[in-house]
């Protein structure tokens, strides 16, 4: 019960704050949460396959590309509730993830990466080839808009409900199994572990979480579903989003969200001399300086100050 309670005390701090957060701030600023949210559900999605099971994966864009045309054509042509559409990418991803996960049972280290970087450019491409029914390069458009304030709701209540998931998930069976197989694949066999079972499970789960969060950012983005808002560079920053909120580890996943949806538009305003792309030159020192002075990521700094607290 002492081990449950202060990380208790901690969400139930993190919940009230993030409720109070949107009455204080601008509506361009609640915009600004409302995306750190999302990015939130995704980082924590991958952080379970990455973090938790060893799987490296630079195409988790894909699935949140699915996510958002699953929300974009079911809103467009059959007029179905926003929340039904998030539920249905859950489990269009989740599916979806499990397909993508049996090729990637033969594949390891930077050879699934490569195969799940291929997975993020070749997606994107599909709505330029069934463009009558995806949009095309102009992209497929929502029935409805949503407000920011009700972006923020949706975003942080769906964080919050898949956070709790991920907790009861990884606390239990399954993810000693998952740090098993990321720990020693031949030791987690040797213990009886199903591994292709487990390793195609970390993937489910981690693409429905993006699938989710998919729908969210369609929903930030006017309601258009467009090849170009899921590009690779999306999978690369969920990756960064990941390591600097630390792998293995569910408590940093804030810092990491927020690192990646926030960054992007404070650097955009640092004037940068000489180069025609600041935002991106400020994104990468401030990605390169945090990999300096936290190598293991926000919950590695929370690790230390609790050890540091302890002594």
Not at 75 to 87: F, I, Q, Y
Not at 111 to 138: E, I
Request: net charge positive; proline share 3%.
């Amino acid at each position: 019960m002492k081990s449950v309670l202060p990380p208790l005390v901690s969400l139930l701090t993190v919940g009230a704050v993030l409720a109070v957060l949107p009455f204080t701030l601008s509506d361009y600023n609640v915009s600004l949460a409302a995306q750190v949210g999302i990015y939130f559900i995704a980082v924590l999605g991958l952080n379970v396959l990455t973090g938790y099971s060893g799987q490296i994966s630079i195409g988790h864009g894909a699935f949140m590309a699915i996510g958002g045309y699953t929300t974009a054509v079911m809103s467009r042509d059959h007029h179905t509730n926003l929340v039904a559409t998030m539920v249905i990418a859950f489990a269009i991803c989740f599916v979806v993830g499990l397909l993508v996960g049996l090729p990637a049972l033969r594949l390891s280290g930077v050879y699934l990466a490569l195969a799940t970087f291929a997975l993020a450019v070749s997606v994107v491409q599909l709505p330029l080839k069934w463009s009558n029914f995806l949009g095309g390069r102009d992209g497929a458009q929502t029935s409805q808009t949503v407000s920011h304030l009700w972006l923020y709701g949706a975003a942080w209540t769906a964080s919050a409900i898949l956070f709790v998931l991920a907790w009861l998930i990884l606390r239990g069976r399954v993810g000693r199994a998952f740090r098993a197989v990321r720990d020693s694949e031949i030791a987690a066999v040797a213990s009886g572990i199903e591994l292709p079972v487990y390793k195609t499970l970390a993937f489910g789960i981690s693409a429905a979480y993006a699938g989710v969060a998919g729908s969210l950012f369609v929903l930030a983005t006017n309601g258009f579903a467009a090849p170009a808002e899921f590009g690779v560079v999306l999978s690369l920053q969920l990756l960064v989003g990941a390591a600097v909120a630390g792998l293995g580890s569910l408590w940093g996943v804030l810092a990491g969200a927020a690192f990646v949806g926030l960054l992007p538009s404070v650097s955009s305003s640092v004037p940068v001399v000489g180069s025609n792309h600041g935002r991106d030159v400020v994104f990468g020192a401030a990605v390169v300086l945090v990999m300096l002075v936290l190598p293991g990521g926000f919950a590695g700094l929370l690790a230390r100050l609790r050890r540091f607290a302890g002594a």
